[in-house]
C-alpha cells in the first residue's frame, strides 16, 4: 500500500498581490506548515548580491549560487530562511537591492532547479501552505488544492509603497511572466481569487471555501 502524501495547498500570484498575507492566515488556520518561497528566492539573491556578483550575469550567479548553503528551519508554525548558516530577517529579505535583483536572479534555471528540489523536500514536515510563483504549476503540479491570488496593478502598487518598499511591482511581474523556466501563470486547475476590493478575512473565507479538504 502507497502511502498518501499531506496535503499542499498551492497559492501562487503575482507581486504583492496579497498572497503572503493571506497563505499565512490561511495555514494558521489549518493548523498546517506555511512556507514563503519568495523568501527563499530573496536569500539567494541576498547571498548573490554580497558575494558582490552583478544579477545581470547568469553565470557569474550559477558559481556563486553553488557555493551558498540555504536551509528553511520551522519556527512557529513558518518555515525561516537561513544562508550558511545564518537566519535572514525582513532587513534583509526586503531591501531594495533584493528587490531590485530578485527576478533576475529568480530565472537563472539552476537557482530554480535548486530551490524546487528543496521546496519538493518540506513535504517532509507534514500538511503544507506554500506560496510562490510555479507552486500549482512546477512544484506540486498534481495537488488539488490550488489557489491564485490576483489583485489590480494600481493596488499592488499601493499596497507595496504603504508597506515602505520601493518596488518595481510591474517591472518583477514582467521579469516574472516572461522567464524561460517557470514563468508566474495562472496553474492549470487553480482557483482564481482577486481580492482588489475585499478584506482580508472576506479573501481568508473565499480560499477555505473554495478548498475541499477531507
Ligand atoms: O513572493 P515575492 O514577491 O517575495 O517573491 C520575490 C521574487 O521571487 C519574485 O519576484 C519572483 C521570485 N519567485 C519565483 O520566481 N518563484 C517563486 N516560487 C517565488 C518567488
Known amino acids: 500500500m502507497t502511502a498518501v502524501p499531506p496535503p499542499v495547498i498551492t497559492i501562487d500570484g503575482p507581486a504583492a498581490s496579497g498572497k503572503s498575507s493571506i497563505a499565512r492566515r490561511v495555514a494558521q488556520h489549518l493548523g498546517f506548515t506555511y512556507v514563503n518561497t519568495g523568501n527563499m528566492y530573496r536569500a539567494m539573491t541576498w547571498a548573490v548580491l554580497e558575494a558582490g556578483v552583478d544579477p545581470q550575469d547568469a553565470e557569474a550567479i550559477r558559481a556563486a549560487a553553488a ?20 537566519a535572514l530577517g525582513d532587513d534583509e529579505l526586503n531591501s531594495d537591492p533584493v528587490n531590485r535583483a530578485v527576478s533576475l536572479v529568480a530565472r537563472v534555471p539552476e537557482v530554480r532547479e535548486r530551490l524546487v528540489a528543496d521546496q519538493r523536500a518540506l513535504i517532509a514536515l507534514g500538511p503544507l501552505v506554500m506560496e510562490g510563483r510555479d507552486i500549482g504549476s ?47 501563470i495562472v496553474p492549470q486547475g487553480a482557483i482564481v481569487i482577486d481580492n482588489s476590493h475585499i478584506t482580508l478575512d472576506e479573501a481568508v473565507g473565499q480560499v477555505l471555501a473554495a478548498l475541499h479538504l477531507p
Do not use: M, N
Open 138 to 184: 512546477v512544484v506540486f503540479p498534481d495537488s488539488p488544492h490550488k489557489i491564485y491570488i490576483d489583485a489590480t496593478e494600481e493596488v499592488r502598487a499601493s499596497r507595496r509603497s504603504a508597506q515602505g518598499h520601493a518596488d518595481q511591482v510591474a517591472e518583477r511581474d514582467r521579469i516574472d511572466k516572461q522567464r524561460t523556466t517557470s514563468p508566474l
Open 67 to 86: 557555493g551558498i548553503t540555504l536551509e528553511s528551519p520551522v519556527v512557529e508554525g513558518k518555515t525561516q530562511v537561513c544562508v550558511c548558516g545564518s
